[in-house]
Each structure stands twice: as structure tokens, then as C-alpha cells.
């Protein structure tokens, strides 16, 4: 089965084709991120223009470097939430009424499940059952995963997620949108030890995450400090060590809780090298594997929409082609095939 996958959830316009038998066929990205930077953040009204114009052209790119046309495909998966609801629609509407046209079968995908089965789309993919650290956007769970829809929520972010706090301490120091690349590669100039700051709810016997009050601790730091350029690299070096070390403590956790070896790491901050640095010396210490999707399948893409909606077409048959989105969307509520 040939799926196209569809991923407009916020400023990337993503678009794959996945082969049940064959894998991964082609798949093309456009960022929004120049477009963006101007403004320091999403503009979405943007965002959903954007996606109108760079739909369609790179869904015929992607058949163009498959060497395949519309209709041998079998099936359409898209992105339906959580994520910007105009930009949503436009991918959802796109979606759904090329599905209608062909006469095949359309399916809303949860964006996080995408990002959460991304791994599986590597050479060496793991084995179920492990635990997932999801590390996007406004997003950082951890979840025990025991199949495809069979997830169970272990700790959720309570107010600001790693992904968020990294992108506001990038506004306190000056930094261009987006911020989390920026901030971890001013942090490689940072002194180690220079500066302490909290590792919050790193003891408090759960599994939660709660980053909010680092960022206020940043902007304490950033208002006491003579700021240059070395002491705005010790306090970014300062604010990534302080999340790692959280996310690290908290993954161990989470797996010795449920008796696991295997952990994967999806999401935007799943690309930061220092976290991977930590979580790999982690897991060798404890006899623990880590398993990532390749970098350009950490931040959003079609790829992995193609093979979450992949995994949940086999032998479903085509419906009325109504659609919705849904800007919220639990990934807890999502059941097994």
C-alpha cells in the first residue's frame, strides 16, 4: 500500500510517500522559518497562506521524485492536531478531497503519533514495547508505548514545555528565531559551572515536567549579570544543561518504572546534541538502548504522517470524506487499531 502523507500543523509544509513493502519512496519540506524570523515567532494567519501556496506543488514534487502519479496511490494520511487550526485545514481540505477524487481512503493523523512512530521509520527500528520522550513545540511527555494506538501517558508538561522554554530563554538572550538551535550552539562557548541554575521537579517523584520557573531563574540571570557575549553563552550553557539533566533523570525513570530497556526520543529538542550526549552515556550505564529518528525527521515532516497513517489504513476501506481538525488533541485518547 502507497500512502501520501500530509503535514501542515504549523510552519512546514511536509509531503511523503511511504510503501507498506518498499518503505520510505520520496518526501520534500518547506520551512517557514525565514518568513517567520521577521516576526520572532508564528504569525498564523501566515502560516496557512504559506501552505496553500506550497501544497500542491510539492505533493507533485514528491510523486515526481517517486516516479509515481496519483493514482497508484491507495491511501492519504494527514496531519488533523493538535496544531494550528488554519493551517490544519489546509493540509485536512487538501487531504481529503484528492481522497474523494481517487476514491480511496483518507485518515486524520495525531501529530504526536507521527512524531512518536518516527523512529520506526530507520533501518533499525525497535521493537515494541518501549518508552517515548516527546520533545516538541509546546509538547514534552513521556509515554509507555506497547503497539500501534497503545499508549499510556507516564508524565506530561505541567506548564511550559523544554521546547518552549528554550525559545523564550532565546528571546532573553537576544537570540533569532527559532530559538532552540541557537541557544545550544551559543552554550558551546558557555563555561562549564559558571552558573547554577534549578533543575525543576527533578525530585518530586513523578513523572512530570515543569519549566517554567527555569525560564523565570534565566531572566533573573540575564537582569543580575553584566551581559556580553561570555557570560550570555554561561547562562545558555547554564539553561541546556539544566533541561537535560531533567529529561535525562526523568527518561531513567520513567523506564526502571516500567521495566524497560528500550527508549525513543522524537520532537524538535530530540535533535540536540548535548541531550543525546547525556541520554546515550545514561543508557550505557544502565544497559538501556536509545533509539532516534534521523535528524531531518525530528522537527515536523510528511514521513512521518505517511507511516503513522500507514500503520492505521491496513484494511480500513474508504468512508464519507467529512473531515474536521482538531488544534487539541489528547495523543492519550487515541485508541489501537
Not at 481512503?105 to 518508552?131: Q, R, T, Y
Amino acid at each position: 500500500m502507497i500512502v501520501l502523507g500530509i503535514e501542515t500543523s504549523c510552519d512546514e509544509t511536509g509531503i511523503a510517500l511511504y510503501d507498506t513493502e518498499a518503505g520510505l519512496l520520496a518526501h520534500a519540506l518547506h520551512s517557514q522559518v525565514k518568513m517567520h524570523a521577521e516576526y520572532g515567532g508564528v504569525v498564523p494567519e501566515l502560516a496557512s497562506r504559506d501552505h496553500i501556496r506550497r501544497i500542491l506543488p510539492l505533493v507533485e514534487a514528491v510523486l515526481r521524485d517517486a516516479g509515481k502519479t496519483l493514482r497508484e496511490i491507495h491511501a492519504i494520511a494527514y496531519t488533523q492536531g493538535p496544531g494550528l487550526a488554519g493551517a490544519l485545514l489546509v493540509g485536512t481540505s487538501v487531504a481529503e478531497s484528492l481522497a474523494f477524487a481517487l476514491g480511496i481512503p483518507a485518515i486524520g493523523v495525531h501529530h504526536l503519533e507521527g512524531h512518536l512512530l518516527a523512529p520506526l521509520l530507520e533501518e533499525n527500528p525497535p521493537p515494541f514495547p518501549f518508552v517515548a520522550l516527546l520533545v516538541s513545540g509546546g509538547h514534552t511527555q513521556l509515554m509507555r508505548v506497547s503497539g500501534i494506538g497503545r499508549y499510556e501517558l507516564l508524565g506530561d508538561t505541567l506548564d511550559d514545555a523544554a521546547g518552549e522554554a528554550f525559545d523564550k530563554t532565546a528571546k532573553l538572550l537576544g537570540l533569532p528565531y527559532p530559538g532552540g538551535p541557537e541557544v545550544a550552539k551559543l552554550a558551546e562557548r558557555g563555561k562549564p559551572g559558571a552558573l547554577k541554575l534549578p533543575r525543576p521537579m527533578l525530585n518530586s517523584g513523578d513523572l512530570n515536567f515543569s519549566f517554567s520557573g527555569l525560564k523565570t531563574a534565566v531572566l533573573t540571570a540575564v537582569n543580575s549579570a553584566e551581559m556580553n557575549e561570555q557570560s550570555r553563552a554561561d547562562i545558555a550553557r547554564a539553561f541546556q544543561e539544566s533541561v537535560v539533566e531533567v529529561l535525562t533523570a526523568k527518561c531513567l525513570a520513567a523506564l526502571q518504572q516500567c521495566g524497560m530497556e528500550r527508549l525513543i526520543v522524537s520532537g524538535g529538542v530530540g535533535a540536540n546534541q548535548r541531550l543525546r550526549e547525556s541520554l546515550g552515556n545514561t543508557a550505557c550505564e544502565h544497559g538501556c538502548e536509545v533509539f532516534y529518528p534521523r535528524l531531518e525527521f525530528c522537527t515536523d515532516n510528511g514521513a512521518m504522517i505517511a507511516f503513522a497513517g500507514a500503520m492505521r489504513l491496513q484494511g480500513r476501506k474508504a468512508e464519507d470524506y467529512g473531515f474536521t481538525v482538531r488544534p487539541r488533541w489528547d495523543l492519550a485518547e487515541l485508541g489501537a487499531q
